[in-house]
């Protein structure tokens, strides 16, 4: 075990060091390598998905003279569709101006057409609009501050299509002819839209992380049936923010009258529910085809808007027989909640939901100090630990990466599920939920050896240390990934924990997500789970099916709300720090003073003078006292980090001016390649708010506006001690309020 342990410590180190050293400039005409890495897929993997159409045009492309095919490669790359060949400007590519002509002569480049216009304008900038309104002498323009899209909605109505099309500054912008194919030939490669030749860069800088174990590739589709539907649907879903009023009502009738493409295969499907939910909702609650689109969508969200605006619309007996239809079918697991919630509430008269009473029932609130708004989570931990007992923030993360893990054999090198390419991060079989009914019997057999928790323990540690940094979407590598599942192990039986996985192998999409935020072990060494819900949070579905089933599984789960508070057992330590100079990324720290505060009274103290490894400033002597000398023996950040760690823990930081302060704090833990997050405070922000109307907040007025003794000003411990005395005196108005 000490050896493996050895191996993933010493893996995290490389692969760390090599990540440095990855960023590198790509060679001359790069984009070429991955055009025909982008063909030889095409080629050798998608050849059943490929028009005879397409296949000529991949043979002609390949035919090409080297700057032709350059040229259109660049095309490619660009982000807008239409571009002007005159400001083209590349080195590699010789008489680009020839090289373009020759390309329209073969059919690959094109100008726009009208149909296309709006795009084509949507193309320039906005000066080039502009000048385009004012060469066409069109009235009425608008002030050239208005947006760029007041501009091409007045040339649209202004002008008239065909002349506008025929201007010089237009007919320069070139199009590809086969732009439609590019886009299918990129969404078989990478199997969602969005992507682009781009990402092959990423890959070779070393910003993007792709797969390097698998070499044999299967495609994301069996069928083109089912590559063209399901690129269709994906394809219209995206346009539909682009629609015009008038186009969503003529796609809806088409989709009411059934003449869009048919729907094949399990992508496509998924795509056009959420298409057809998405234009519904566009078209709102006021159009005549609403309700049927809803149900032609067949999407768990559209079934319960449905039965929501059936209900509301006075239709009350056809959205009970939906409702009852749910309840007593097999579907979504939370469309099922909401139906049996809406059921009790509309017609059997009850007053409150399931997540409502839920919420009520839990046990009373437990105060923490506002100062963690935004970080409900982290003061909940840090007021467990002042009692003794430990708290983890895991949320999803803990059961992704158990889940991913255990089964990580099944998931990445079972030859059913199947990796597209370098880019596939998520195998197929788990991204159309179909894990456990692929592979029942690999999955039972896996958890059948898990037979107590140290041999589960070492089988995660071995695909950690003989995987560690490969690719997936499932969890975060790093160097304390197992430390909370060695918990788990520990404290829950392994049964349990096997029943759970079990239920994300049957049905993953409903189970990634909704665990409960926090892990808490308390004083008698027994494991709970706990959902944490600020003022005015709610408790989503998923978040109740998944506590519902760890319960299941006899897993201790609860919901915890919290109430904002100043709570008298809070820690605070009040920090001060003098600095080489106020820029946090470059200057550094040459003082820090640290004061604990509890219960309104100072209880501990600690100062050190720092290294700063940097020339201290003449003006930044002259202010502080601190010279180069009292520094060059003193310790380096990097030296008092844990003390200055630990003094923190689980205290709320306080500063006057605490954002300075902070910055600089923070970035040289950044530096050490150490988190440091911390709820925060401002002496400054909280003397306004409760003390206004003084003439100056600063430190040395403020202090002498409230009887604050402040001596040695600008050195780390007499700033901190004031600040702290500032901040006692504040705590008291807080707690008074």
């Known amino acids: 075990m000490a050896v493996l342990l050895f191996h993933v410590t010493f893996t995290v180190y490389i692969n760390s060091f090599f990540c440095r050293l990855l960023r590198k400039e790509l060679p001359n005409k790069y984009y070429l390598s991955h055009f025909n890495e982008l063909l030889g897929y095409l080629q050798s993997t998608c050849q059943s998905l490929l028009s ?29 569709p239409f571009i002007d060949i005159r400001e083209l400007n590349y080195k590699e590519i010789a008489d680009i101006e020839t090289v373009s002509i ?92 969005g992507y682009s030749l781009g990402h092959f860069s990423m890959r070779d800088l070393g910003v993007m992380q792709t797969r390097t174990d698998t070499q044999v590739y299967h495609a994301h589709f069996e069928h083109r049936s089912e590559a063209t539907s399901a690129f269709y649907y994906a394809a219209e879903r995206r346009t539909l923010e682009d629609k015009t009023p008038e186009e969503l009502i003529q796609q809806s009738q088409r989709i009411a009258s059934h003449q869009v493409p048919e729907v094949i295969g399990s992508y496509a499907e998924a795509e056009f529910s959420k298409y057809v939910l998405l234009l519904a909702q566009k078209l709102g609650v006021e159009s005549p085809i609403y309700a049927e689109l809803l149900e032609v969508s067949g999407h768990p969200k559209a079934e319960e808007v449905l039965i929501r605006f059936l209900y509301k619309s006075g239709n009350e007996e056809l959205a009970r027989q939906r409702l009852e239809k749910v309840i007593e079918g097999q579907h979504d697991e939370t469309l099922m909640i909401f139906a049996e919630d809406f059921y009790e509430r509309k017609f059997n008269k009850k007053r409150t939901s399931i997540l409502t009473d839920m919420l009520r029932a839990s046990p009373p609130p437990i105060s923490i100090e506002e100062a963690y708004k935004g970080q409900t989570e982290a003061g909940v931990i840090a ?240 202010l502080t006292g601190i010279t180069q000398s009292m520094v060059t023996e003193a310790p380096r950040f990097a030296e008092v980090i844990e003390k200055v760690e630990q003094f923190c823990l689980g205290a709320i930081f306080v500063a006057h001016n605490v954002n300075f302060d902070y910055g600089f704090v923070k970035h040289e833990f950044l530096r050490a390649n150490v988190d440091f997050y911390r709820a925060k405070l401002c002496t400054v922000t909280l003397a306004r708010q409760l003390i206004p109307g003084l003439h100056s907040y600063a430190l040395a007025p403020l202090s002498k506006s409230l009887g604050v003794s402040l001596k040695d000003h600008h050195r780390a411990m007499a700033d901190a001690l004031a600040a702290a005395e500032i901040f006692i005196h504040i705590n008291q108005l807080r707690l008074a309020r």
């Not at 480049?109 to 385009?132: A, H, N, V």
């Not at 592979?439 to 057999?445: M, P, R, S």
Request: charged share 25%.
């Open 52 to 80: 005879d159409k397409q296949h000529s045009l991949l043979q002609q492309l390949q035919r090409l003279p080297e700057n032709e095919l350059c040229l259109l490669v660049r095309f490619m790359s660009r982000k807008t």
């Open 102 to 193: 020759n390309l329209r002569k073969m059919g690959l480049l094109r100008p726009g057409d009208i149909e296309e216009i709006k795009t084509l304008l949507s193309c320039q900038t906005k000066s080039q609009l502009i000048l385009l309104a004012e060469v066409m002498q069109l009235e009425g323009q608008p002030a050239k501050s208005a947006k760029k899209a007041t501009w091409i909605d007045h040339l649209l109505c202004a002008a008239e299509p065909q002349k506008l099309i025929q201007q010089s500054s237009l007919a320069a912008f070139l199009t590809l002819s086969f732009l439609h194919d590019v886009d299918y030939f990129l969404f078989l490669y990478f199997g969602k839209l």
């Open 383 to 622: 007021h467990y630990k002042r009692q003794g007992i430990n708290a983890y923030h895991v949320e999803n993360k803990l059961w992704l990466s158990l889940f991913g893990l255990t089964f990580w054999q099944e998931l990445y090198r079972h030859p059913k599920s199947i990796m597209a390419n370098e880019f596939s991060k998520t195998p197929s079989i788990l991204k159309e939920n179909r894990f456990y009914e692929v592979l029942e019997a690999e999955i039972d057999e896996r958890l059948a050896k898990l037979s107590d928790a140290q041999v589960w323990r070492m089988w995660l540690l071995k695909q950690m240390s003989e995987h560690y940094a490969e690719p997936n979407r499932l969890f975060h590598w790093h160097e304390k990934l197992l430390e909370p599942i060695e918990l788990l192990l520990k404290h829950i039986p392994v049964s349990s924990l096997k029943k759970v996985l079990q239920m994300m192998c049957k049905n993953f999409n409903s189970m990634r997500s909704g665990f409960p935020d926090l892990m808490v072990i308390d004083q008698q060494s027994r494991m709970r789970f706990e959902e944490i819900k600020a003022p005015g949070d709610s408790l989503s579905r998923s978040q109740l099916v998944n506590i519902s089933k760890l319960l299941n599984c006899g897993i201790p789960t609860a919901i915890k709300t919290v109430k904002w508070q100043i709570t008298p057992d809070q820690p605070y330590v009040v920090v001060d720090v003098e600095t080489t100079g106020g820029n946090k990324g470059f200057d550094r720290i040459t003082e820090i003073a640290l004061v604990k505060v509890i219960n309104g009274e100072i209880v501990e103290k600690w100062q050190s003078l720092i290294n700063p490894m940097r020339r201290i400033p003449q003006r930044i002597t002259e």
